[in-house]
């Protein structure tokens, strides 16, 4: 298994509240990517990395932002809580672009108040 | 637009009978194709993907899959199902050139013992 980690597994925090969530690799792959999981909608892509301190939004990126300060870390964040963000969150990794297998995190299971 | 299309939401087999999961696809680039599985909980693992060549692709766990560019498919089988298959199948779809995938809204399979 590729080695990513997620923290925290399961969070409950209340409407307004910032949120991080981290994203850790140990297999030094250049791609990083946060999807949500919701039932009827499967995965849909929050955001990405292809570099260190290079993201760019996907197709659901409304009030949630990035960072990547290091390879292995990819950080997710929710500057303002709300009840429509309450997902499963994932994170996912790949060597190389578009066509590349995606290695998926255990995920975090996130409810907002 | 590129999509992805899982039409059945739910399905229930019997163990031991055969299995067949559909996915078609638009996507105007050359598609790289992908079939994921998902264990209740857990992330999401590749089962098999197909890039080109051989138009039947064998995966993990006994599974294939049969890309058919005329028919914008690539259906996912397996001939004896296991009461371990139950879980919740992806199809994903990504091309050279772009980071991401697109994912299809899944499929949940039941077991029947």
């Known amino acids: 298994d590729a080695g990513i980690t997620q923290s925290p597994r399961h969070k409950v925090t209340e409407t307004g509240t910032p949120v991080t969530l981290r994203c850790h690799q140990t297999?030094?792959?250049?791609?990083m990517y946060w999807y949500r999981q919701d039932p009827g909608h499967g995965l849909r892509l929050i955001h990405y990395s292809y570099g260190v301190k290079d993201t760019d939004k996907g197709e659901v990126s409304d009030g949630y932002s990035v960072s990547r300060s290091k390879t292995e870390d990819f950080l997710l964040t929710l500057e303002s809580a709300t009840s429509s963000q309450t997902s499963v969150y994932f994170c996912?990794?790949?060597?190389?672009?578009?066509?590349?297998?995606?290695?998926f995190g255990p995920g975090t299971r996130l409810t907002v108040l | 637009a590129q999509s992805v299309t899982q039409p059945d939401i739910h399905i229930t087999v019997s163990e031991g009978a055969s299995l067949e999961l559909r996915c078609n696809y638009s996507?105007?680039?050359?598609?790289?194709l992908f079939w994921y599985v998902q264990s209740p909980g857990q992330g999401l693992q590749l089962l098999l993907k197909y890039f080109s060549g051989d138009t039947l692709v064998q995966g993990i766990k006994g599974f294939e899959a049969e890309f058919k560019r005329s028919q914008s498919s690539f259906n996912l089988r397996k001939p004896s199902v296991h009461w371990s298959d139950a879980a919740e199948y992806f199809c994903?779809?990504?091309?050279?050139?772009?980071?991401?995938?697109?994912f299809g809204t899944g499929t949940r399979l039941k077991v029947l013992a």
């Open positions: 994903a779809v990504g091309a050279r050139n772009t980071y991401k995938y697109i």
């Open positions: 297999e030094n792959h250049r791609y």
């Open positions: 996912a990794i790949s060597e190389t672009e578009g066509t590349d297998t995606q290695y």
């Open positions: 996507y105007g680039a050359t598609p790289y």
